[in-house]
């Protein structure tokens, strides 16, 4: 009997969503980074066994908005679960629950038709009595909500443990269906969306903390170059921020800062697009974007 469905990984921010969402689809379709609110698309990884195809959304951390772009996210995270087979909720292990999770666990408590899973991520970080008492606490969670998990799972991501036992409890839970798609796809998402989100990836590391929210990136053309005997592709990227300050801050000494960044980026694209990428990266300045619908709209949001 073969299963396929919709699976939407909820959670805070820095919950471990992206990490556990790689690592189940065996490939890197999510970035990730110890920056809250990273994730700002649903993101579909594809999971197959011979039994069945999982769907992977990952979402972004649902979090208390401060800007217009944070509201819209959240707005973004309430609209998937609503349409998923199964909500899959990651609290981490070596964090004890606190009011952003029971924020969700109420919010997904009202979904009273959709089964809910609870994983336990980051279990790599805590020992065996830590873990017993954080999965008491989950299950009170929910028990607080009104509701029951339908499992507890948990795993460690960066290890592999107990990846498979997680999606063994998923996949009966989805409805009896074909593949939902084409078999060996890891992900629906576009070329250039997956490549600026590396790119985006690149520049969030080793940057200050006030930075990382003020960051967007749009593909402007990728073209393979011609007249090449070994292929190359071409990738114009603009990274945006919001104020002057942050843009040296970015570009750092020299353009020293935005060359790694340009490193970093192509060691990820490449791989995915399996060939040789050549970034050429600019940095331009849209003023306090994240309150402004129309550059909202005009970066992808």
């Known amino acids: 009997m073969y299963r396929a469905g919709f699976a939407c990984i909820v959670g805070r921010p820095n919950a471990g969503k992206s990490t556990l969402t790689n690592a189940l689809v065996g490939h890197k379709v999510a970035i990730t980074s ?82 809910k899973v609870a994983v336990l991520t980051k279990t790599d970080r805590v020992d065996r009595a830590a873990l017993a008492t954080r999965l008491l606490d989950v299950d009170a969670l929910a028990q607080e909500q ?64 006030e930075l990382p929210h003020s960051i967007a990136v749009v593909i402007e053309e990728m073209l393979p170059r011609e007249g090449r005997s070994e292929p190359l592709l071409d990738v114009y990227a603009v990274l945006y921020v919001e104020r002057d300050s942050q843009k040296a801050i970015v570009i750092g000494r020299g353009g020293s800062r935005l060359r790694e960044v340009g490193t970093r980026a192509r060691a990820a694209i490449e791989p995915l697009l399996g060939t040789r990428v050549h970034l050429d990266i600019r940095v331009k300045v849209a003023k306090d974007w994240q309150q402004d619908p129309k550059q909202m709209r005009r970066l992808g949001f």
């Open 146 to 209: 009104g509701f029951a998990w339908e499992h507890i799972v948990p795993v460690s991501a960066r290890d592999g443990v107990q990846l498979d036992d997680l999606v063994g409890a998923l996949l009966p839970l989805m409805p009896e269906s074909g593949p939902l798609y084409p078999l060996g796809e890891i992900t629906d998402e576009p070329e250039e969306a997956l490549v600026a989100e590396f790119i985006r990836e690149a520049a969030l590391d080793g940057v200050r903390d």
């Open 34 to 115: 110890d920056k809250p609110q990273t994730t700002r698309h649903t993101i579909r990884g594809l999971v197959h066994r011979d039994d069945g195809q999982l769907v992977l959304v990952d979402t972004p951390g649902v979090h208390r908005p401060r800007t217009l772009l944070g509201e819209r996210l959240n707005e973004l995270v309430r609209e998937t679960w609503a349409e998923v087979d199964v909500i899959v909720m990651c609290l981490p292990a070596d964090e004890a629950i606190g009011p952003g999770d029971r924020f969700i666990a109420g919010e997904i408590g009202a979904m009273r038709r959709t089964p």
